[in-house]
């Protein structure tokens, strides 16, 4: 009888992190241990977020305008689809950015439960589930199946504490809902690298696209396929690059979109700092990112700009930042010159943390925070990245090098617990306005953050909270004596909500001194002085607003009574007659 003869060609070796072939063995990569640990994945990052469900919307920053108050959720008709994707509507330009998809999703919810948040904070935590699945997939297809490896920088990435931001605010739909396609996006380009069938690349392009569509800080994806391509050393080719050119055309394209209606207002002028300043802020960003990903300690809603020292300098861990920096550069570049595989994925996840965050590192300062826990949602998979493989790489060795493996496991676990604690913790400081602002406050109480006080100021009076409402406003005056805006409101407290009149009016005409063209201020003025029965001063005050404001019917009605009440019938019968005519209109 003739001896079969086995083809070893067509018998496919387990293979490195980076593509060689090797020895290594995975007895646990079977189906049922894959589909155990992408469920398991999924559950804790449902567990971990479920408290988001109990939230309300953060009306004073952003939720009021993406949700609330915006036109384009009330209908699903084909007219109101179409203007939610027109570039440039008006709602668009009055809220800075294109996302349509977003907006898309978040009118869905909308014609599903109004404005009852439940089914808004379900939604983003079960796409930040499934984002967790996504990264345990990208990981594990990029290490060449290590589950272990992609369970750690999955389970991460679903428990991170810098997540929250991203998670349970309703208007950051866009970072669990860009992140979605973005990671798809990349899971289908390593599908396409498997057996090069172009239509897995045409889905990767369409992936990136929605993912554009969602959010403008999609456009890295190109440099995210170019790393995959150093990752698994694949020879650079003229192939290879064309490729990618339609990627870098749609990235140039959402860019330009998105910097054209962000320069109107969002984009600080550049003039505002100067070019080493931007330095220290991309650096002092870049650095402080880093840190908070392995100890996310003293988390806010918003990060001021730091104060300026009596000297005209940033403070001093500012000045050295760009040192800093240069140096994690440099031992980048010595890295990427080695041929072992940790190095590799070592530099492989630091340009991914980079790339996909140096677009908000405030070198170009836009808004008026510094850094923000929100864009670290994909950045941070790339540090999960390196944790995931190092720690699998270090378990397979045969030598007691796997005890340090063990180690590190252990640690990462430890921790993983720790941010789930805390992250669950987290997401009730997103309850509702005043527990936010109370949060973001006690890490920052200085006069910096003076609108923030005034967020909280006005929840506390939509509650009827007047007492705290009121020391609110006094905290913002005894940081800037001259902000008119407290200083009205104060006025407004004392005499509608205590009847002090006298104090109503100290306050009212401090704010008076300080701008006399506030027409709400003189309109006050005029009523608390009537009320006083000083009726000379109040026409006085309203008869100022009236030269600002001639279309206001219960101002024209108010100079009515008082000309009444001063012994001028003739005059307060012209007034009143103006407030008759201009309600026909």
């Given amino acids: 009888m003739k001896k079969k003869t086995v083809d070893t060609r067509r018998i496919k070796k387990p293979v490195s992190t980076t593509g060689k072939t090797s020895e290594t ?57 179409s203007s939610i994707f027109v ?20 009118a869905i919810n909308y014609q599903v439960s109004g404005l009852s948040p439940v089914a808004y904070h379900t939604t983003n935590m079960v796409l930040h589930a499934l984002n967790a699945v996504l990264v345990f997939l990208f990981i594990y297809l990029l290490s060449r199946r290590r589950l272990l490896a992609a369970a750690i920088a999955a389970l991460l990435f679903a428990v991170h504490p810098m ?30 690298l498997e057996d090069k069938k172009i239509w897995k690349l045409g889905a990767a392009f369409i992936l990136f696209l929605f993912s554009c569509l969602s959010k403008a800080m999609a456009v890295p994806f190109p440099l995210m396929i170019l790393l995959i391509d150093y990752f698994q050393r694949r ?51 870049f650095i402080n990112y880093l840190i908070l990903f392995i100890w996310p300690s003293g988390l806010s809603a918003f990060y001021p700009y730091p104060a300026i ?13 760009p040192y800093i920096f240069l140096v994690i550069v440099s031992l980048v570049v010595w890295l990427a010159t080695r041929k072992d595989d940790l190095s590799r994925v070592t530099v492989f996840g630091v340009l991914f943390f980079f790339f996909t965050i140096a677009l908000v590192l405030q070198f170009l300062s836009v808004g008026k925070a510094i850094m923000a826990d929100r864009y670290t949602y994909i950045p941070y998979i790339g540090l999960s990245l390196i944790i995931g493989i190092l720690t699998d790489a270090l378990v397979q060795k045969k030598s007691q090098v796997k005890y340090a493996g063990y180690g590190l496991a252990a640690i990462t676990l430890i921790a993983g617990i720790s941010f789930s604690v805390t992250t669950y913790g987290r997401t009730k400081t997103w309850k509702d306005d005043i527990t936010l602002w109370t949060d973001v406050l006690r890490q920052f109480p200085d006069g910096r953050l003076n609108f923030v006080y005034e967020k909280r100021a006005r929840q506390y009076l939509d509650k009827n909270q007047y007492e705290a409402a009121l020391a609110d406003y006094m905290i913002i005056t005894s940081h800037d004596p001259r902000d008119e805006k407290a200083l009205e409101s104060i006025g407004r407290i004392y005499g509608q909500h205590y009847h002090d009149l ?32 000083d009726f000379k001063r109040s026409l006085d005050y309203l008869l100022e607003a009236y030269e600002i404001d001639k279309s206001d019917t219960t101002l024209v009605r108010n100079i009515s009574a008082s000309y009444l009440y001063l012994g001028m019938p003739e005059k307060a019968k012209e007034f009143k007659q103006y407030s008759i005519s201009a309600q026909k209109k």
């Avoid at 509507?89 to 898309?104: C, E, G, K, S, V």
């Fill in 87 to 106: 570039y440039g509507d008006a709602f668009q330009r009055l809220i800075n950015n294109y996302h349509p998809i977003t907006t898309l999703s978040l």
């Fill in 309 to 321: 020292t009596p000297a005209g300098l940033l403070p001093l861990y500012f000045r050295i930042a």
């Fill in 163 to 192: 997540h929250v931001e991203s998670v349970a605010w309703v208007s950051e739909r866009k970072d669990v809902l860009y992140a979605f396609f973005f990671l798809a996006g990349l899971f289908a380009y390593l599908k396409y």
């Fill in 502 to 533: 006298s104090k109503a009016v100290e306050y009212l005409e401090k704010a008076y001194a300080i701008n006399p063209k506030n027409a709400s201020v003189l309109k006050s003025l005029g009523v608390a002085m009537g009320m006083k029965g």
């Fill in 25 to 81: 063995h995975h007895p646990a990569n079977n189906q049922y241990v894959l589909y155990g640990l992408m469920m398991l994945v999924f559950i804790i990052s449902v567990m971990v977020y479920f408290p988001v469900r109990n939230n309300d919307f953060i009306t004073t920053w952003d939720d009021g305008v993406y949700v609330i108050n915006n036109p384009l959720m009330h209908s699903l008709s084909w007219q109101n689809i």
């Fill in 235 to 285: 020879t650079f080719t003229w192939r290879i690059l064309l490729e990618k050119i339609p990627f870098f055309i749609l990235a140039l394209i959402i860019g330009f979109m998105s910097v054209n209606l962000q320069s109107a207002s969002a984009i600080n002028k550049f003039e505002t700092f100067s070019l080493f300043q931007r330095t220290m802020h991309a650096s002092y960003g």
